[in-house]
């Protein structure tokens, strides 16, 4: 049964919100001989402990799609297992939510010989300016307890271009088209270096702050106790809901 329970680790999982607060769900069948059919585990308060939920485990059969009817309009995580007509069951897919979850992308679930002065990394949703972001860590086995409160990211705004600096790019560059001199080549690059510098005086600055370091994410440092496994998440609260990503492991180096 161990080689049962190995073969069904990875599941697809896709979720879809629809009216009512009821959600379809769809996932890849696993090729075993062994499969009799599927359990969706789901809840509505983390994404660790999927049993709790009044509900939760649905067996489903031996069918690869279902609807969850009935739900209060709430974040769901939810997952699908696997089993046998013995008795035996895989592990988790991998956790969706009803909504966007952060993921964590360094340290991966885990990851060894991690740096102490770490820097934690995770997924940012499309619109993360409306967002805080609070990573809570701490040694297995002990509370995670609140590490940063990160503020929301503060996108990028392009000024708007006042109308002079419009006017004389385009005058400029009308005198180069009808000409085609070559002085008029440099005097036009010289009138579209002013325009851009008139502007970009023109609408104010640009205010833009990076929730964390990382790339294309958010992030937070912290400095941690060597040779030490740890366990992290990230919380992700946008005023009206918080959605937070699983718990990861890792290991310190010395």
Known sequence: MKLFLTTLVGLA???????????????????????????????????DVLNEEAGSPLDVGNVTSTTLTGLTE???????????????????????CST??????????????????VEFQ????????????TVYYGP????????????????????????????????????????????????FVACSVSAMLLT???GGGSDYTMAAPGSGGGGAKALLEPNTTYQWKVVADDGS???ESTSGTFTTGS
């Open 13 to 47: 999982l896709m979720v879809v919100p629809s009216w009512g607060m009821e959600i379809d769900l769809s996932w890849a069948p696993v090729s075993h001989s062994e499969v009799a059919g599927y359990k969706v585990y789901y809840s509505s308060t983390t994404p």
């Open 74 to 96: 709430t974040v769901y995580y939810i997952a699908v297992t696997a089993y046998s007509a013995g008795g035996g069951e895989s592990p988790y897919s991998n956790v969706v």
């Open 100 to 117: 966007w979850m952060p993921t964590q992308s360094y340290p991966a679930e885990g990851e060894t010989n991690v740096p102490v002065d």
């Open 122 to 133: 995770w997924s940012l949703p499309p619109n993360p300016e409306n967002y805080t972001f």
């Open 140 to 187: 297995v086995g002990g509370p995670m307890t609140e590490y940063s409160t990160i503020p929301p990211v503060s996108l990028p705004t392009l000024p708007t271009p006042p109308a002079a600096g419009l006017v004389l790019i385009v005058l400029c560059g009308l005198s180069l088209t009808l000409l085609n001199k070559k002085k008029l080549v440099r005097g």
């Open 200 to 202: 970009s005086c023109g």
């Open 241 to 243: 809901v918080q959605v």
